[in-house]
């Protein structure tokens, strides 16, 4: 499986993202510009966090329109694999490959700590290595995180399994059914605002974001016909 | 207009005083200088680079006090930042600067653009910033809802400007005090890490080379924030209160992965770089001239404006942010545009170098300055200052004993005095983890992060204890470094070195200067005895509000190296059963202490003195001791004294402890003495680490496994729960901050 | 040249936290008249005379970039015709 970290100006987990699969899983992994128009020989790409183009505007609402957003979309469509985490799940959103959209914490600050978290969904391509109904902590640093959608929308994630990480305990955003991480209808695609890669070692507090990335990492490789 | 002021005029009409320039210097300058007078233009970039703030004219005296080299230092002050090798080729880059009128005027701005411009002087050098420590002092928050406006709007710039750069914000320390309720101190400490041979200095050398603009472009903001930085901060000067820059957090981490990408990939192309900070583009090409013993001719025209019609003048002394000047090889000025390109960022040659070190500007087709370089930055008068010990230190006394009668009572109220209490409130709004090397974030003594690709660890920490200073500026000197030597060593660190922030009021009142000179010495001589020299720091004097001075604060910002970061020691206490002991002697050191001014309501007295020697004896000891893996937590006594100490140690563990400090009085538990520590140690290593501390360590008991502290004093015990004194602990700033009065 | 302001607010439903803290500080300042503040901000754009279509054009960049719908609306108004 060969790894697409994609780095928007502004960007800053990209670092994170890549030295998760590069120095602790020893994946095939590259960092690829925000500037390129194609994605081709990858098999998953991944949207880090950061404060693409500033976070002004909307967050993540002026990296849809990159380069790279169609190649990321053609990936989306083809089967192939998609995360985004913080910055990456809200552009996301606004590129439309999830649905709802992330408003400024209720608190109206940023806040970065370790939240405990209930995987909801272990049938995704990111999370089979986790149990259903297991608890897992993980950092978060954001400003803008409380997940909104209205109501109609968000029974369909409901209806449908969609919904993969919800926060334990307290909620720290204001996130409407404690949501803090979302799968397409496919569950090929996946946004979260916790950061799985902050939480691959020992060392740094924690190793609950390594199964995440193991569990991708698992996956069979999608080839599209016109590989 | 005023820039059609002639020379003669400027010589009758005296508007220089107005910009902190006074008649002495302006005659010196033009009689023994230039031998002519100065226009209009070249009037204004004296008066800025002849500033303290840019000069550093009345501190320079004091400042020789400091050592400044060592076997592992490379750049000391006078760079962007200081150069310290960490092994391998390796090298880390600090600085602390302080922005603290500003910050006072506009925090949320304040805050960011002191952020901002530590971050340029760390990747001007050629490092990638890795982490930031702020130090910040407020007035009291409880009952002023103004203060906690403030302090939330500063915290907040701080947040945002660093978190949208990618740069873990670890630690830091916030403080409360009435003294900076007019005057806000914010320090702001940053690190970087490069390899030793991506090094860069500030030099422009080499005929017909480049000078090129990079970066965003000029305004009118902040013209004379250095002058401004310069004076005093009295009501009546509300009017140049505008003077505030506005910070652009993207811009910067443009500029700065462009910079790297230059320094780091074309190290041939460029020459020299620096960061355009206070007194703008004169500053930065003066500087840079002289480094490189050049001339420098620029063309104003050529300076991206964001308003039209600017003069000279402005040009030259804006202080918009997130602007770098590079002098680049002639013949790659197009090359260094395509890197720039990449990131959007346009970048401009304004000028070339020439020989014979004129300092030449054009502007709208006439040479507005044509003066020698080493006047602007070599020749600056040193002011002598005159100086006289402050009338309330003329003779010792000794502080009183406070009297306190409930262990448990006081110590419930200790932890819940906003300097000692949970900062947590602010630090979880700063991305502390950012960049996954984060060891030990903010809430220890020392921030630690790991160097990724190697086994080593760096520890880092900000300490200013403006009490102890105004109380004895020689020892609270000293320990104002060796406070900060006792964090880097609690996390099993061997200090390398150290960069400060001093914070003082007016230097021409002789009693300040005083205050100046002898907390210089004690910090000077703590350095020289603790091997950690000054490698950069920043001087900011007039902090005063309506003729009130803040107290003499004097920020010391400490590195050092972890060897094996699997051996970093946290303050945590770690199993049950583990030994506890104190080290070091705690008497009656209430002067300056947190207990004195919550139960005095004021601080005074005269601070014990401290053997340096002996403290850097000890340090040693235990430093060898977590270094041979003895060690499973340590955590030195500061703010709180060893009450608060304690527990800090238990919290967020579920252990307890019982101890017996037989003779120690109920009071004693809240003294603050320096160079004490608690620390646990497993019961197999007890008898090594007795051996190795000697008497430095008293054995004082054990950790439990039930959440309880006991504590047996000399006449009663205090019995607390861990888990409701944390609650205190953490609920006590959030409550403060939300609250309405 | 014309320029339109186009203002950009939370849909009613959706919990506007701003709005609310500065409900509560208008009350710390006595006007408790002051039943509920919204906060949005507003958009200036300037169009030059190349302009054909107005109100498309303002709909094209409202709905493409200014407005996130999924919790926002937007309204405008001209500010200064084109004589």
């Given at each position: 499986m060969k790894i697409a970290v994609i780095v928007f100006p502004?960007?800053?987990c990209d670092v994170d993202l890549y030295e998760a699969f590069?120095?602790?899983?020893g994946a095939d992994v590259e960092y690829v510009s925000h500037r390129e128009h194609s994605l081709a020989g990858f098999d998953a790409v991944m949207l880090p966090g950061g404060f693409s183009y500033?976070?002004?505007?909307?967050?993540g609402a002026i990296a849809?329109?990159?380069?790279?957003i169609p190649a990321v979309r053609q990936m989306a469509e083809d089967g192939k694999f998609v995360f985004g985490t913080c910055n990456g799940f809200q552009i996301l959103t606004e590129m439309g490959l999830l649905p709802g959209a992330l408003k400024q914490n209720d608190s109206m600050q940023f806040v970065c700590k370790t939240v405990d978290l209930t995987v909801?969904?272990?049938?995704?391509a990111f999370t089979s290595r986790y149990q259903k109904g297991q608890t897992i902590q993980l950092p978060i640093a954001h400003g803008d995180g409380s997940y909104y959608a209205d109501l109609q929308t968000i029974q369909q994630l409901e209806d449908h399994h969609q919904v993969v990480f919800r926060y334990a305990g307290?909620?720290?955003?204001?996130?409407l059914h404690d949501i803090a991480g979302i799968c397409n209808r496919q569950g090929n695609v996946l946004g979260m605002?916790?950061?799985?890669?902050?939480?691959?070692?020992v060392l740094l507090?924690?190793?609950?974001?390594?199964p995440l990335f193991q569990s991708l990492l698992d996956q069979q490789t999608v080839r599209t016909e016109a590989e | 207009m005023e820039q059609a002021m002639t020379p003669e005029e400027i010589k009758e009409q005296r508007p220089y005083l107005d910009w902190s320039l006074t008649e002495h210097e302006y005659n010196y300058i033009a009689?023994?200088?230039?031998h002519r007078l100065p226009n209009y233009t070249e009037t204004g970039l004296f008066a800025a680079m002849w500033s303290e703030h840019c000069s550093?004219?009345?501190s320079k005296p004091v400042l020789r006090l400091f050592p400044n080299s060592?076997?592992?230092?490379l750049q000391g002050p006078g760079e962007g930042a200081g150069v310290v090798d960490i092994d391998d080729g390796q090298a880390v880059v600090f600085k602390a600067e302080s922005h603290n009128h500003p910050t006072t005027v506009e925090p949320y701005q304040g805050a960011a653009t002191g952020v901002g411009g530590i971050l340029r002087d760390i990747f001007s050098m050629g490092a990638r910033p890795i982490a930031s420590l702020d130090s910040l002092h407020f007035g009291e928050?409880?009952?002023?809802a103004t203060m906690r406006y403030k302090a939330e709007q500063t915290v907040k710039g701080v947040g945002d400007y660093g978190n949208c750069m990618g740069i873990p914000t670890i630690g830091g320390e916030t403080t409360f005090d009435?003294?900076?309720?007019?005057n806000i101190l914010l320090n702001a400490f940053s690190l970087g890490i490069m390899d030793q041979a991506d090094m860069k200095r500030g030099n422009a050398s080499g005929v017909g080379n480049a000078v090129m603009y990079v970066g965003a472009k000029t305004g009118r903001?902040?013209?004379?924030g250095a002058t401004f930085a310069s004076k005093d901060f009295s009501a009546?000067?509300?009017?140049?209160?505008?003077?505030v820059q506005v910070g652009d957090p993207f811009m910067e981490k443009l500029l700065m992965e462009a910079c790297l990408e230059v320094i780091r990939?074309?190290?041939?192309?460029?020459v020299g770089i620096q960061d355009m900070?206070?007194?703008g583009i004169v500053s930065s090409s003066a500087e840079m001239a002289s480094e490189g013993k050049s001339g420098m001719d620029l063309n104003l025209d050529l300076v991206p404006q964001r308003?039209?019609?600017?003069s000279a003048y402005e040009i030259m002394l804006?202080?918009?942010?997130e602007r770098m000047l590079l002098c680049v090889e002639k013949g790659h000025e197009k090359d260094v545009q395509q890197i720039f390109a990449k990131y959007e960022l346009e970048a401009v040659v304004i000028g070339r170098i020439t020989a014979g070190g004129q300092y030449v500007l054009h502007h709208d087709g006439q040479i507005v300055c044509d003066i020698p370089v080493h006047t602007l930055v070599d020749d600056v008068l040193e002011e002598p200052s005159a100086e006289k010990r402050p009338v309330r230190l003329s003779e010792a006394t000794p502080a009183p004993v406070p009297v306190v009668t409930d262990a448990l009572a006081t110590l419930k109220q200790i932890l819940q005095q906003p300097t000692v209490a949970s900062a947590r409130y602010f630090t979880?709004?700063?991305?502390?983890q950012v960049r996954t090397s984060t060891v030990v974030g903010p809430g220890s003594d020392a921030g630690v992060l790991r160097v990724r690709g190697t086994e080593k660890g760096l520890a880092m920490t900000t300490d200013g204890n403006g009490r102890f200073v105004y109380l004895d500026p020689y020892v609270g000197g000293i320990r104002a470094v060796a406070e900060a030597a006792a964090n880097i060593v609690a996390a099993g660190a061997e200090p390398l070195a150290i960069t400060d922030c001093l914070n003082y009021g007016d230097p021409n009142d002789p009693e300040i200067f005083w205050e100046l000179h002898h907390s210089v010495k004690g910090m000077a001589d703590a350095c020289r005895e603790l091997e950690t020299p000054v490698v950069s720091g920043n001087v900011s004097l007039y902090n005063e509000n309506n003729g009130q001075a803040i107290h003499p604060t004097s920020m010391v910002g400490m590195v050092g190296l972890i060897?094996?970061?699997?051996r970093v020691v946290t303050i945590k206490a770690a199993n049950a059963g583990d030994r506890v002991y104190l080290l070091g002697k705690i008497g009656?050191?209430?002067?300056?202490?947190e207990v004195q001014k919550m139960l005095d309501g004021d601080i005074s007295g005269t601070l014990s003195p401290v053997d340096i020697k002996e403290v850097h004896a000890h340090l040693k000891d235990l430093l060898a001791a977590e270094q041979a893996g003895l060690v499973n937590s340590a955590h030195d006594i500061s703010e709180g004294g060893l009450g608060a100490c304690l527990s800090e140690v238990l919290f967020g563990t579920g252990l307890g402890m019982d101890l017996n400090f037989g003779k120690m009085s109920t009071a004693q538990l809240f003294a603050e003495p320096a160079n004490c520590f608690v620390i646990t140690v497993a019961p197999e290593n007890q008898q090594e680490i007795e051996q190795r501390l000697g008497d430095w360590a008293q054995l004082a008991g054990e950790v439990t496994a039930d959440g309880r502290l006991k504590v047996a004093l000399s006449n009663q015990e205090l019995v607390a729960d861990v888990s409701e004194l944390e609650t205190l602990y953490e609920e006590a700033i959030p409550c403060l901050m939300k609250s309405k009065a | 040249m014309t320029t339109v302001r186009i203002f950009v607010t939370y849909k009613p439903s959706v919990f506007d936290p701003q709005g609310a803290a500065i409900t509560d500080a208008i009350h710390t300042l006595g006007?408790?008249?002051?039943g509920s503040v919204a906060v949005g901000r507003f958009f200036d754009l300037s169009f030059n005379?190349?302009?054909?279509?107005l109100d498309a054009a303002i709909k094209d960049v409202a709905t493409k970039l200014?407005?996130?719908f999924n919790m926002e609306t937007y309204h405008y108004q001209v500010l200064e015709a084109a004589e």
């Open positions: 502004g960007s800053n590069h120095s602790v899983l500033g976070d002004y505007l909307r967050c849809r329109f990159a380069n790279i909801v969904n272990d049938q995704t307290e909620n720290p955003n204001g996130s605002m916790p950061h799985p890669e902050r939480a691959v070692e507090g924690g190793t609950d974001g390594l | 009689d023994s200088l230039l550093y004219k009345k060592g076997p592992r230092v928050i409880k009952d002023d009435p003294c900076y309720a007019g903001d902040g013209i004379h009546e000067h509300a009017t140049q209160r505008s003077a990939q074309h190290p041939y192309w460029l900070g206070a007194a308003e039209p019609g600017m804006s202080e918009s942010q979880q709004q700063y991305d502390s060897h094996d970061i699997q009656d050191d209430f002067a300056g202490s | 006007h408790d008249e002051v005379d190349e302009v054909t279509d200014l407005v996130n």
